[in-house]
């Protein structure tokens, strides 16, 4: 008898019967968080396969799809983040993480072009370095949930120029677009940088096959990365979106969150807030940070 022609319910009797086995195996599992994780992962797989009726070519294709997401990964390039960012996985489990209170800044995806050991800046410094892209003076303050100033809090940004790229996806290209600096005893920052611009993740991959698809475009809106640290606080991993971006309701990796928005206003040339005389238009940005204690 084919497997076609197995009757329904002893299909689903056998995948019960596998079900319980592949749990059960996990019984001596010293660490009971990892028991419990592992033990829910293969009853929810095993009951997603049964309610789609996977068929062996379709797992193959899924095998080979996650080999070639692998294979993509790099030390610049997390292609699997990229895929936990485009199914909505990673915003879920930022999300299920949030900490409690309205008071403190929603945090949002890491992105895959994240690189330790970025530059020091001053304060008052040139994140950008030299990529194309319009001169943007970005300020603000880090303070905790009562409002007091959080001193020496490590900020560290990244973003990709006005072409939409990021410093590592130019083969070659020296560091920029990123920096870290630290606030004052004010809990103040500031920096220069450049205007932030809609970009499309990377999609020359198994990710942007699976965008394909499905019909799903690979656009994000203009935003900046901010990573910021400190003793007795969360690390907060979240962007600063530039308010009036056309991609904010199709966002790839569903990022947006109204409350990171915020304007990035045209000015007109003369002076800026650190007292440099521009002699052309430059854009000016503000935005307030708010940390969790650390639990």
């Given at each position: 008898m084919s497997q076609d022609a197995v009757p329904a319910r002893g299909r689903r009797d056998a995948a019960v019967t596998v079900t319980d086995e592949v749990v059960?195996?996990?019984?001596?599992?010293?660490?009971?968080?990892?028991?419990?994780?592992?033990?829910?992962?293969?009853?929810?797989?095993?009951?997603?396969?049964?309610?789609?009726?996977?068929?062996?070519?379709?797992?193959?294709?899924?095998?080979?799809?996650?080999?070639?997401v692998g294979h993509t990964t790099t030390d610049d390039r997390q292609e699997f983040i990229l895929l936990s960012d485009v199914l909505g996985l990673s915003?879920?489990?930022?999300?299920?993480?949030?900490p409690e209170g309205g008071g403190v800044t929603e945090a949002t995806v890491f992105g895959p072009f994240f690189v330790p050991g970025s530059p020091r800046i001053p304060l008052g410094g040139d994140v950008a370095g030299d990529p194309p892209g319009e001169p943007c003076w970005l300020e603000g303050t880090v303070r905790d949930e009562e409002g007091r100033p959080?001193?020496?809090?490590?900020?560290?940004?990244?973003?990709?120029?006005?072409?939409?790229?990021y410093d590592v996806q130019r083969e070659g290209a020296p560091t920029s677009g990123r920096g870290h600096l630290f606030t004052d005893e004010q809990g103040?920052?500031?920096?220069w940088t450049v205007r932030p611009s809609p970009y499309p993740i990377p999609d020359d991959g198994p990710v942007g096959d699976l965008l394909r698809a499905t019909g799903r475009s690979p656009m994000r809106p203009a935003?900046?990365?901010?990573?910021?640290?400190?003793?007795?606080?969360?690390t907060l991993v979240t962007h600063v979106f530039a308010a009036g971006d056309p991609h904010m309701a199709t966002d790839a990796v569903f990022g947006v969150r109204s409350s990171l928005i915020t304007e990035f206003a045209e000015r007109a040339p003369?002076?800026?807030?650190?007292?440099?005389?521009?002699?052309?238009p430059w854009y000016e940005a503000s935005f307030d940070f708010v940390l969790a204690r650390d639990a």
């Open positions: 059960s195996s996990f019984a001596e599992t010293r660490d009971p968080r990892l028991r419990e994780v592992l033990s829910s992962l293969v009853h929810h797989l095993h009951a997603f396969a049964e309610e789609v009726q996977l068929s062996e070519r379709e797992w193959h294709q899924a095998v080979e799809f996650l080999t070639r915003m879920l489990t930022i999300g299920l993480n949030q959080v001193a020496g809090a490590r900020v560290e940004v990244w973003q990709a120029d006005d072409e939409g790229l103040g920052y500031r920096f935003h900046v990365h901010f990573m910021i640290s400190a003793d007795g606080y969360r003369g002076p800026a807030p650190d007292g440099s005389a521009m002699e052309a």
